[in-house]
């Protein structure tokens, strides 16, 4: 993605192959990558080895791992009570090498509690495969796409909290244009807040369908010519202010880096730019020494605790999006674990 851009109806962070009896069959995401970089912590004959899939979805990506490597355990988390039960059901060849557990990806201690493991240092690998689910973008009913006139919902888990239409119909205009330019880069957000405070006067929001419509009339025609849809933005804002994605992230990403042993290894798949940067910021002071500049050795417990495993943010192949179109918008990032905390 570039700057701003939201995943669309056609890219999301697929995970399968799984064909639901009214869905399409879904790709995992990146797959043969995340299996290159995460394999070689993962690759033992001589003991358990224990792997986080922190956005489990529909068990694409988990089902693999566990077919893969035969002393693994994984602890898989989501907050999409219909994406567990699904999982679940995928899963169930390897119910005595699984622990799933509902919650955020932000969630990684409790769920290491819950597998009765320590929050420090006693995982593997983790997969961090963020954005919206195939599952929540191809349920009509759920309302992150925009392609269909469906409920403004929205939510990822859809027994808490606010909806799309809440923010639509309760916010206040600078609110509104706040989440639109935060959360989307959208830079007609001030107009487009406008526009949903004079429709709301009279016809509140709850379908998604209306809000397409009056971001056609609101965004100039020469954008739209050249920006993409013109919903994108703005589905993406609404969407990580109604589930909170960028505060959890914030918090996801420390805990899962302190939960990994030195050897072990993560792989973050960004749909868009603002988690990408999420997840850079984290990795930047980890990769560095802090023993001060012009010491001729390292200081004790002062080196780096990470490297990187890939150089920047890496983008798939022609050839992978040609296979899997939802793999286009993709930035990925690595690290092992090279030494243990300072205390």
Do not use: C, W
Request: charged share 25%.
């Amino acid at each position: 993605m570039t700057e701003g851009d939201g995943r669309d109806e056609s890219a999301s962070s697929a995970d399968g192959p799984d064909r639901r009896s009214t869905g399409p069959l879904h790709v995992p995401v990146r797959l043969d990558r995340a299996d290159e970089l995460l394999g070689p912590a993962l690759d033992s004959a001589d003991g358990t080895r224990v792997m986080i899939d922190a956005t489990l979805g529909l068990g694409g990506h988990a089902e693999h791992f566990l077919r893969t490597y035969p002393h693994l355990h994984l602890i898989g988390l989501d907050r999409d009570p219909d994406a567990l039960r699904l999982a679940g059901s995928r899963l169930a060849p390897f119910s005595d090498r699984i622990t799933l557990v509902h919650t955020t990806y932000d969630g990684i201690a409790e769920a290491l509690d819950e597998a009765g493991l320590p929050a420090l240092e006693s995982v593997h690998a983790i997969l961090f495969d963020l954005g919206v689910s195939s599952m929540q973008l191809d349920e009509s009913d759920r309302g992150f796409a925009y392609s269909v006139d469906a409920p403004l919902d929205m939510r990822m888990n859809p027994t808490v909290g606010i909806t799309a239409a809440d923010v639509l119909n309760t916010y206040s205009h600078g609110d509104i244009a706040r989440v639109l330019s935060t959360y989307g880069e959208e830079r007609f957000a001030g107009k487009i807040a406008s526009a949903v405070l004079r429709r709301r006067e009279h016809t509140p929001f709850t379908t998604s369908g209306p809000l397409v419509e009056l971001l056609y009339a609101a965004i100039p025609a020469a954008t739209r010519r050249t920006g993409g849809h013109p919903a994108k933005r703005t589905f993406q804002a609404l969407r990580i202010e109604v589930n909170g994605e960028l505060d959890s992230l914030k918090s996801a990403v420390p805990a899962g880096l302190e939960a990994l042993a030195v050897g072990g290894r993560v792989v973050f798949m960004s749909y868009q730019s603002l988690e990408d940067r999420v997840v850079k910021q984290e990795l930047a002071p980890r990769i560095k020494s802090r023993s001060p500049e012009g010491l001729p050795v390292e200081l004790p417990g002062m080196g780096p605790e990470f490297r990187l495993l890939t150089r920047g943010a890496e983008r798939a192949s022609d050839e992978e999006i040609d296979v899997n179109p939802r793999s286009a918008p993709v930035r990925l990032r690595a690290a092992e674990r090279i030494a243990r905390r300072a205390e």
